[in-house]
C-alpha cells in the first residue's frame, strides 16, 4: 500500500516540475515603470561595479530586486521571463544607466580624494560602460559572446587607474582583477570566454609599466602562482622560477645547519611546484 502511494506521489511531483518548468512570467508593467522611473542611481552603478570587480561572476538579481522593488519570487524565475519582458526591462535599465549621475554629496562612494571635474566625467562614463555590459551579459548571456566581459575588464582597470578613485589601482587590485580563477567566474565558467578574458589581460599586463607578477615578493604562496602563470612570458616565467630558486636555495643551507622536517617538506613542495611552471597556451588576441 505503501509503494503504491508512494509512486502515485513521486508521479504527482514530477508532473508538476515538469508544468512548473514550463512556466513563462511576465514582468509586471509597474516592475517595468519602476526602472523608468528611477532616480539617484548612484547606488545602482556602485553595486553593479562592485559585483562586477568580485570574483562572483556577472550576477545582478539581487542588485535589480533590491534596487527596483522586483519581488524575489519574479526574480527567482529570471530565466523564464517571457522574452518580450527581458527585452523591456533590459531596455528600461540601459536608459536608466543612461541617465545615472554621481551627485557631488555622493562622490565618496567612488572616490578616496577629490576628482577634477574631467577625472568625475571620466569615471562616470566608465561606470555606465561596466553597467550597461554588465546588463548584456545578465540578459543576453547565451548569445553575448566575450565582448561584453572584456569591456567589463578594460573599464574596471582603466577605472582603478584614475588618481582619485576608490579602490585606489595598485598591484593587489590589479592582481586580484585578473587572477585566472574570478576571470573563469566573471565568465560565468564558460570556457571560451574565459579564455579571450586571459588574451585581454595578458595584453594588458605585457603593455602595462606594472612588473607585480614577475617578482617573489609579490605572492603569498607558491599556490597563487599558477593563477598568472597565463599572462606572463617564457622570459618572465623563468625570471620568477630563478627567484623562487635562489630563495630555496638560501633556506636549504640554514635547514642544513638546523634540520626542520616541516619547512623541508614546505620548500621540496614549492620547488616541485617551480619547476613545473610554464606560460599557459593561449590564442592569440
Known sequence: MEDTLLNELRQLVAKLERKDAAAVFTVPDADIDAVKKAKSLETLLHDIFMQASGGGGIELRSILRREFGVKGALMDRFPQWAPHSKEQFEDALHDAIDRSDIRAGNQGVF??????????????????DIAHAAVVCQFRAERSGSEPYVVILDRL?????????YPEGNAVHYRNLIAADRLHAMAGGRGPIAAALKVWARAWYQQSP?????????YVSHDVVRQYLYALTEEQVDRLRGEYVRN????????????????ARQLLTTLEAAIGWEPEDLPEG
Open 248 to 263: 630555496i636555495r638560501e633556506e636549504l643551507g640554514l635547514l642544513k645547519a638546523k634540520p626542520d622536517l616541516h619547512r
Open 111 to 128: 572616490f578616496a580624494g577629490t576628482p577634477s571635474k574631467k577625472e568625475a566625467a571620466d569615471a562616470l562614463r566608465l561606470l555606465k
Open 210 to 218: 606594472h612588473h607585480f607578477l614577475e617578482s617573489r615578493e609579490g
Open 157 to 165: 582597470l582603466q577605472f582603478y587607474a584614475l588618481p582619485n578613485t
